[in-house]
């Protein structure tokens, strides 16, 4: 229907533009759909059905049968589960504390930098060791942590270490992976933390100097609270990873001759159940165990950080 006035047809009230509208929204849509469908069906794949079957094996003996609780007895009265459950534990407290503390402080004085460029670089420099791949990392510490020809050598001998059997003894481990770790993973994390901070209203900021807080206060009473969400987020990823440690004590038990053993965490026990012992489903129970362990610790953070609060 066309309404007229003295100049002609000045509207219309045809439906057209809703149906337009609607059309665009569907076609958003299909469109979001289209994305989001790879992805799930990987998940499905690799995430989702494997992990089925393990729960299916941790119940179930080499003949298919169902098994209880059996599974997880024999491999919690390993001898050598509980010293693994010790190992990356003390590597989970040491990496996850400094991974809180050091990345939330870097970012915080990393986004106080003014001048551009150097705002740029020192990200940059942060990054730049997280584009290398876990291996290939651990082949470089490799050469850091001997002695006889680390560049750092001079603080090595300093602590007392004059070769690379010495700096690698199990005792020692737990701090070198989680210092490997930071050195690996801080980067993007630090980068990170930095986006949420540019995210912070900066009405906010000032009005917080003009009432004379000084930028320590700032950052204690302003920026990291409001870095808890991320920070919650940072632990879960890194908790996850962490529980999967395996690279680093492997390819130290390779170049030690075995000074390191090569069960010193519950993933390379998991690989010694199923590839040396032919046993997996004594690896399925150990790694139901680890999912187990990392849910409820990234529970823990979730409820503390308010993950999932509404602003």
Same mark, same amino acid.
């Given at each position: 229907?066309?309404?007229?006035?003295?100049?002609?047809?000045?509207?219309?009230?045809?439906?057209?533009?809703?149906?337009?509208?609607? +059309?665009?929204?569907?076609?958003?849509?299909?469109?979001?759909?289209?994305?989001?469908?790879?992805?799930?069906?990987?998940?499905?794949?690799?995430?989702?059905?494997?992990?089925?079957?393990?729960?299916?094996?941790?119940?179930?003996?080499?003949?298919?049968?169902?098994?209880?609780?059996?599974?997880?007895?024999?491999?919690?009265?390993?001898?050598?589960?509980?010293?693994?459950?010790?190992?990356?534990?003390? !590597?989970?407290?040491?990496?996850?504390?400094? $991974?809180?503390?050091?990345?939330?402080?870097?970012?915080?004085?990393?986004?106080?930098?003014?001048?551009?460029?150097?705002?740029?670089?020192?990200?940059?420099?942060?990054?730049?060791?997280?584009?290398?791949?876990?291996?290939?990392?651990?082949?470089?510490?490799?050469?850091?942590?001997?002695?006889?020809?680390?560049?750092? +050598?001079?603080?090595?001998?300093?602590?007392?270490? +004059?070769?690379?059997?010495?700096?690698?003894?199990?005792?020692?481990?737990?701090?070198?992976?989680?210092?490997?770790?930071?050195?690996?993973?801080?980067?993007?994390?630090?980068?990170?933390? !930095?986006?949420?901070?540019?995210?912070?209203?900066?009405?906010?900021?000032?009005?917080?100097?003009?009432?004379?807080?000084?930028?320590?206060?700032?950052?204690?009473?302003?920026?990291?609270?409001?870095?808890?969400?991320?920070?919650?987020?940072?632990?879960?990823?890194?908790?996850?990873?962490?529980?999967?440690?395996?690279?680093?004590?492997?390819?130290?038990?390779?170049?030690?001759?075995?000074?390191?053993?090569?069960?010193?965490? $519950?993933?390379?026990?998991?690989?010694?159940?199923?590839?040396?012992?032919?046993?997996?489903?004594?690896?399925?129970?150990?790694?139901?165990?680890?999912?187990?362990?990392?849910?409820?610790? +990234?529970?823990?953070?979730?409820?503390?950080?308010?993950?999932?609060?509404?602003?």
């Amino acid at each position: 229907m066309t309404v007229m006035n003295e100049t002609g047809p000045s509207a219309t009230t045809a439906p057209r533009g809703g149906q337009g509208e609607r +059309s665009d929204a569907g076609g958003r849509s299909a469109m979001s759909y289209g994305f989001v469908a790879p992805y799930t069906a990987l998940v499905i794949a690799f995430g989702v059905l494997p992990a089925l079957y393990a729960v299916f094996l941790a119940f179930t003996d080499s003949e298919g049968g169902f098994a209880g609780i059996a599974n997880f007895t024999k491999v919690v009265s390993d001898f050598r589960f509980l010293p693994a459950v010790a190992h990356v534990a003390l !590597y989970l407290v040491i990496w996850l504390v400094a $991974l809180v503390v050091l990345v939330s402080f870097l970012a915080v004085v990393v986004h106080a930098v003014r001048v551009r460029w150097l705002s740029r670089t020192l990200r940059f420099v942060f990054y730049l060791p997280g584009a290398l791949a876990g291996a290939s990392s651990v082949m470089l510490w490799l050469f850091v942590l001997d002695p006889t020809a680390s560049p750092v +050598s001079g603080l090595l001998r300093l602590l007392g270490f +004059s070769s690379f059997v010495q700096v690698i003894v199990p005792a020692n481990l737990p701090p070198v992976f989680a210092i490997i770790a930071f050195w690996t993973g801080a980067g993007g994390w630090i980068v990170i933390m !930095y986006g949420a901070l540019n995210n912070i209203s900066p009405d906010v900021i000032e009005a917080a100097r003009i009432d004379g807080a000084t930028a320590v206060q700032i950052a204690r009473r302003i920026q990291l609270p409001m870095l808890r969400k991320w920070i919650s987020y940072m632990g879960i990823m890194s908790l996850a990873a962490g529980t999967q440690l395996f690279v680093e004590p492997q390819l130290l038990s390779q170049a030690s001759n075995a000074i390191v053993p090569n069960d010193y965490s $519950l993933n390379q026990l998991a690989y010694q159940y199923a590839f040396q012992q032919n046993d997996f489903n004594g690896a399925a129970a150990i790694s139901l165990l680890l999912l187990v362990i990392a849910l409820a610790l +990234s529970a823990v953070f979730v409820t503390r950080g308010g993950l999932f609060e509404k602003d």
